[in-house]
């Protein structure tokens, strides 16, 4: 089995291929985040067309890569995402399916997220409980198998990436700011600003950073206008963000009995978090698992793998484009056959 993969949600193109017996043999990306930096954030128009610049190219470099392989499926990301972007993705999916007379299958976006980690050689086995913190998602879920997802707790407001973003916008630190405000962070003292850590008093699972980001906005007025103070601030958001996420991964852990617990998305890269779920996972002896680093943020990897576990489900002479730009993952089922 020999799988193709598309991803063109948002700001990246990406192909992958992913064999049977292989794993995964190929696979490209192009970051739009250069293209977008001067707006601020995705401008959905200018991504749509630089997805029909940029994905054709990618997969031709795939094919080349993997020795020009028979393929025996496609997968393309069908959502959530930018309607226009899906849309170049879903388009090229049904036309090569069609030319070359093959079956596709629209994959779920988060699902690629959620299974990323099961790319590396020593991925987790089932159940595991999933963190995924993205861009626009933060979602706690229990995992028993492809396709068997519950959500267990999700963000009421803003994504953590989002918070990431927007604070650091606020800190003048540019687009996309997740990474810089990390960068920053490691400068500055964690414990200068008492900032909340939303909703860990009352029970449940569910997350809120609205009012996290209120509060970087009023220590930003408040705090003089050094590279120090805006350090301190960075450190202490970040550090506000980690012990919520530590807390509440703990708390599903506990809930659910899971042994688990799978890290994955661009805020997964956060290397803070990810020391506090080290130590974390060594003091409540849970096992920890991560995607490798490039396949924390969007990628086609993700995408050809889940091809590849729901290769059943793939259905021959898809004629028209299919995306669907909301689509919650509690709707997904198991494939026809389960595989890893
Ligand atoms: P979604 O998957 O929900 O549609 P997305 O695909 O845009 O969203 P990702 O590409 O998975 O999201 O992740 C991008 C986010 O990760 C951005 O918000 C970015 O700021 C954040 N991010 C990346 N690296 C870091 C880091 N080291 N620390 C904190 N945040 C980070
Ligand atoms: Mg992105
Ligand atoms: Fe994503």
């Known amino acids: 089995t020999t799988i193709l993969g598309i991803e063109s949600s948002c700001d990246e193109s990406a192909a992958?291929?992913?064999?049977?017996?292989?794993?995964?043999?190929?696979?490209?990306?192009?970051?739009?985040?250069?293209?977008?930096?001067?707006?601020?954030?995705?401008?959905?128009?200018?991504?749509?067309?630089?997805?029909?610049?940029?994905?054709?190219?990618?997969?031709?470099?795939?094919?080349d890569d993997a020795g020009r392989p028979e393929l025996s499926g496609i997968a393309y990301t069908r959502g959530p995402g930018l309607v226009g972007a899906l849309l170049v993705g879903a388009s090229i999916a049904a036309g090569l399916g069609m030319s070359r007379n093959l079956p596709v299958l629209g994959v779920h976006h988060m699902e690629g997220h959620l299974l990323s980690p099961l790319l590396e050689p020593d991925g987790p086995q089932f159940p595991f409980v999933a963190l995924l913190v993205s861009g626009g998602h933060t979602l706690l879920v229990q995992v028993d198998g492809v396709g068997r997802y519950r959500v267990l707790g999700?963000?009421?407001?803003?994504?953590?990436?989002?918070?990431f973003d927007k604070s650091a916008k606020m800190l003048g630190l540019g687009y996309p700011g997740g990474p810089a405000l990390a960068a920053l962070a490691q400068q500055g003292r964690a414990d200068a600003h008492a900032f909340p850590r939303p909703m860990l008093k009352r029970p449940g699972l569910d997350f809120s950073f609205s009012g996290l980001k209120t509060a970087v906005m009023l220590a930003i007025k408040a705090a003089p206008a050094t590279a120090a103070a805006r350090a301190d601030i960075a450190a202490s958001f970040e550090q506000a963000v980690v012990d919520?996420?530590?807390?509440?991964?703990?708390?599903?852990?506990?809930?659910?009995?899971?042994?688990?617990?799978?890290?994955?998305?661009?805020?997964?890269?956060?290397?803070?978090?990810?020391?506090?779920?080290?130590?974390?996972?060594?003091?409540?002896?849970?096992?920890?698992?991560?995607?490798?680093?490039?396949?924390?943020?969007?990628?086609?990897?993700?995408?050809?793998?889940?091809?590849?576990?729901?290769?059943?489900?793939?259905?021959?002479?898809?004629?028209?484009?299919?995306?669907?730009?909301?689509?919650?993952?509690?709707?997904?089922?198991?494939?026809?056959?389960?595989?890893?």
């Open 244 to 340: 919520t996420l530590v807390a509440k991964c703990r708390r599903a852990l506990k809930q659910t009995g899971v042994s688990r617990l799978v890290v994955a998305g661009g805020v997964g890269a956060n290397r803070s978090l990810r020391r506090a779920l080290d130590d974390s996972a060594t003091a409540d002896g849970f096992s920890l698992h991560f995607p490798r680093a490039e396949f924390c943020t969007d990628n086609a990897a993700m995408i050809a793998l889940v091809g590849y576990l729901r290769r059943d489900d793939m259905r021959a002479g898809i004629a028209s484009a299919d995306a669907t730009p909301r689509w919650s993952l509690d709707t997904l089922a198991p494939p026809l056959t389960a595989a890893p």
């Open 154 to 163: 999700q963000s009421l407001d803003d994504a953590v990436g989002e918070a």
């Open 16 to 63: 992958a291929i992913y064999t049977g017996d292989r794993g995964l043999v190929a696979h490209a990306l192009h970051s739009q985040v250069a293209l977008h930096a001067d707006y601020g954030g995705v401008v959905p128009e200018l991504a749509s067309r630089d997805h029909i610049r940029k994905l054709t190219p990618l997969i031709e470099r795939v094919l």
